[in-house]
């Protein structure tokens, strides 16, 4: 396996194992993974950002099915219930909820701004 998949892998098994799977909203999974991608890649600066904006909006163009709409609202719910933090379905505003988790780790500033991704991910309240 190569080592991005073995990294990837790696990611969706802690997102799971440490509860995440329930409360974290869709929008901050995928920009979970889209950060996770851009950091293996190497990426930062105005090109990590460019690629992270490029990536979701990419993933705007999933339409979920009607059981999945049905769950995403309910893990809304579950993450407004537990945690009670607001933020912005942009792209900013998703990555800075992730930092604020603890999902995601933002080193420097301007181009040598870097976006990263703990080897251990904090447990999700639950």
Not at 62 to 71: G, I, T
């Amino acid at each position: 396996m190569d080592p991005a998949a073995a990294f990837t892998n790696t990611l969706m098994t802690q997102v799971v194992a440490r509860g995440w799977t329930r409360c974290l909203p869709a929008e901050a999974g995928c920009m979970l993974l889209i950060v996770a991608t851009v950091s293996a890649i190497g990426l930062k600066g105005k090109e990590m950002w460019d690629h992270i904006e490029i990536l979701w909006q990419q993933s705007k163009n999933y339409r979920p099915s009607l059981r999945e709409q049905l769950a995403i609202v309910e893990v809304e719910h579950r993450f407004k219930k537990v945690y009670g933090v607001e933020y912005e379905k942009t792209v900013q505003g998703v990555v800075g909820l992730l930092v604020k988790l603890g999902l995601v780790i933002r080193y420097g500033a301007g181009e040598d701004e870097v976006l990263d991704i703990p080897d251990i991910l904090p447990c999700a309240k639950v």
